[in-house]
């Protein structure tokens, strides 16, 4: 059992950071809302420390889960960030999906402290956190994968060394562009069909059992029949993703139409006031 300590009790990391605890691990957390930090604390008895600092110092590893470039680099770095407070062959594992250029940043940053970095971007959403099962892709050098993989574990269906720091970045644009095209399709399909007049729960029974299949349908169609928007990733969060797909994608010559279009559409729901609706709001901009 490791020494870990988790920065970031948002919808992810809050259940992630428990199934830490509950697979044995010595848990210390950091949340900005200290008052969220206390109450996991008390949920899973494990300890809360007021800076990523103090939550870093003596821990193996250190995972964060934040929200973007700036929240990352704000508890990795300056003196009360947790880079100041690892051991010496101490692994940061960052479960933020930021852009690859902050994750190299901060990787040659970790290297002069002799500190590992693996970048571990995940897929699956709030569900997937919370039942522990995750798809969690890695880019970082083999040692320090190795070591961080079992720990990671506690909280991942699958969990992969994709490449180099930044390799794991790069796969969550993969995920993240594949979702965009995909749930943009499935609420034109949906929204067809009821102006079609046709019972949408039938529809879906059939498609799905074809090549239209897919995760989406078969867990979003009933809510998105339903105008119901609050179970999963936020528009906003998708947004910042995408952004970040989008120029990468400028970066390294990908052509995104797809998603550029998509990014738009989730701007319009976002002028709809669903900025916190869950990603397959989409279909609210079609009426």
Same mark, same amino acid.
């Given at each position: 059992m490791a020494r870990t300590a988790f920065l970031g009790l948002g919808v992810m990391g809050y259940p992630m950071a428990g199934h830490l605890a509950r697979a044995g691990h010595q848990v210390t957390?950091?949340?900005?809302?200290?008052?969220?930090?206390?109450?996991?604390?008390?949920?899973?008895?494990?300890?809360?420390?007021?800076?990523?600092?103090?939550?870093?110092?003596?821990?193996?590893?250190?995972?964060?889960? *934040?929200?973007?470039?700036?929240?990352?680099?704000q508890v990795c770095l300056g003196p009360d960030g947790a880079f100041a407070g690892m051991l010496k062959g101490a692994v940061f594992v960052d479960h933020t999906t930021v852009s690859a250029q902050v994750t190299r940043e901060l990787a040659e940053e970790a290297a002069k402290a002799g500190i590992g970095y693996v970048d571990a971007p995940v897929s699956g959403g709030q569900a997937g956190a919370e039942n522990g099962q995750l798809?969690?892709?890695?880019?970082?050098?083999?040692?320090?994968?190795?070591?961080?993989?079992?720990?990671?574990? #506690?909280?991942?269906?699958?969990?992969?060394?994709?490449?180099?720091?930044?390799a794991g970045q790069m796969t969550k644009m993969c995920n993240q562009i594949?979702? #965009?095209?995909?749930?943009?399709?499935?609420?034109?399909?949906?929204?067809?069909?009821?102006?079609?007049?046709?019972? *949408?729960?039938? *529809?879906?029974?059939?498609?799905?059992?074809?090549?239209?299949?897919?995760?989406?349908?078969?867990?979003?169609?009933?809510?998105?029949?339903?105008?119901?928007?609050?179970?999963?990733?936020? *528009?906003?969060w998708m947004r910042k993703d995408l952004g970040i797909c989008l120029a990468t994608g400028d970066q390294i010559g990908a052509s995104l139409p797809v998603t550029a279009l998509v990014d738009q559409f989730y701007k319009d729901v976002q002028k709809m006031g669903g900025g916190r609706w869950d990603t397959s709001a989409l279909i609210a901009r079609l009426g």
């Open positions: 957390v950091y949340n900005r809302t200290a008052d969220k930090a206390d109450r996991w604390a008390r949920d899973h008895d494990g300890r809360h420390q007021p800076t990523p600092r103090q939550a870093a110092e003596g821990a193996d590893f250190v995972m964060a889960c *934040v929200g973007n470039d700036d929240d990352l680099r798809s969690v892709m890695c880019g970082g050098a083999r040692d320090d994968f190795d070591r961080a993989a079992p720990v990671i574990d #506690a909280y991942a269906k699958i969990c992969r060394l994709m490449g180099d720091v930044g594949a979702i #965009a095209g995909l749930v943009q399709g499935l609420s034109e399909s949906l929204a067809f069909a009821q102006k079609a007049g046709l019972d *949408v729960s039938q *529809v879906v029974e059939v498609i799905s059992q074809g090549a239209a299949g897919s995760w989406q349908m078969v867990n979003r169609h009933k809510t998105m029949d339903e105008g119901k928007f609050d179970h999963g990733f936020a *528009v906003d």
